[in-house]
């Protein structure tokens, strides 16, 4: 589990934030311990969407 906090100054000075917690097993494909290693780069986008989930 990873959690990353997101802040900035909102409008009228404000401050914003957001609590985000990321979930999930990651397995090596050559069975090498993953510990300590760099798997990636985490990108966003100021971009809105609209997420509505299907039932």
């Known amino acids: ?3 990353l906090v997101v802040s900035r ?3 009228g000075g404000l401050a914003e934030w ?3 917690e990321l979930q999930g097993e990651l397995e090596s494909r050559s069975g090498a ?3 300590g290693r ?3 780069d985490l ?3 100021k ?3 609209d ?3 299907t039932v």
């Open 1 to 3: 589990m990873v959690q």
């Open 9 to 11: 100054d909102g409008v």
């Open 18 to 20: 957001v609590l985000m």
């Open 33 to 35: 311990g993953l510990a």
């Open 38 to 40: 760099l798997l990636g």
């Open 43 to 45: 990108h966003y986008t």
């Open 47 to 49: 971009e809105v969407r």
């Open 51 to 53: 997420y509505a989930p």
